[in-house]
């Protein structure tokens, strides 16, 4: 009963390095989302895929990319690291758009920081 | 655009106390409302969520919440609190693609 699989839990990286943060889930989902959660912020959207090959801006995109080749992968790149990236990433899913008679499923999130 | 308000940042209530935490949408359309919880260095677990009907709804550990259209409100409640419902809260508005809105959260600590 895996759900949404994020991986690495904790990464410590260098200002300019890059990495990316892995996500993955087992329940056929089409829609799949990341989001940021900053201390006293709540949780902001970075990218979202309604589908395999079809991604999206969300409030937050700049710094990041993503790819979505599969419909249980979903990526998130950080191409060159800044501490402003400091932060929680979680990784979500849902069957259908989030709020049309669905929820979505959480991972476990990854702890990011720049140094 | 859609957004969410949850005034307090921090609530701290006696264990055994009843709890009511705050949550104010703005959304265009019909709201689908939720309450997400997450305990400390965990992700978001659903407590309960609102799509139609019934305007009170039941959720999992006791929490019931209940929507009112007139006041744009969802508010999250619970008759007795036990410590470890200590947690940061999280409601949320959807209603499209491109995933929820989050309110900032509130901190439940919890008093012995």
């Known amino acids: 009963n895996a759900g949404v699989t994020q991986t690495p839990k904790f990464r410590i990286l260098k200002i300019g390095q890059s990495m990316t943060l892995q996500c993955t889930q087992d329940?056929?989902?089409?829609?799949m989302y990341w989001y940021r959660q900053d201390p006293g912020m709540g949780l902001k959207l970075i990218y979202y895929?309604?589908?395999?090959?079809?991604?999206d801006k969300g409030e937050v995109p700049n710094g990041y990319n993503v790819s979505r080749s599969t419909t249980e992968d979903f990526p998130l790149r950080l191409e060159l690291a800044a501490p402003s990236q400091t932060s929680v990433y979680f990784c979500a899913s849902s069957y259908r758009p989030t709020g049309m008679n669905t929820e979505a499923f959480f991972g476990q999130g990854t702890r990011l920081t720049v140094v | 655009a859609q957004s969410v308000t949850q005034p307090d940042i921090h609530i701290t209530v006696s264990e055994g106390a009843s709890l009511e935490l705050r949550c104010n949408y703005s959304?265009?359309?019909?709201?689908?409302l939720f309450w997400y919880v997450q305990s400390p260095g965990q992700g978001l677990q659903l407590l309960l969520k609102y799509f139609s009907g019934d305007t009170l709804v039941q959720g999992i550990k006791g929490f019931e919440a209940e929507f009112k259209r007139s006041q744009s409100s969802f508010n999250l409640r619970k008759p007795s609190v036990h410590w470890s419902d200590a947690a940061e809260y999280f409601c949320?508005?959807?209603?499209?693609?491109?995933?929820?809105?989050f309110g900032k959260g509130t901190h439940l600590i919890i008093q012995p």
């Open positions: 895929s309604v589908g395999a090959g079809i991604t």
């Open positions: 959304y265009g359309a019909t709201p689908y």
């Open positions: 329940m056929n989902h089409n829609y």
């Open positions: 949320a508005v959807g209603g499209g693609a491109d995933g929820l809105t």
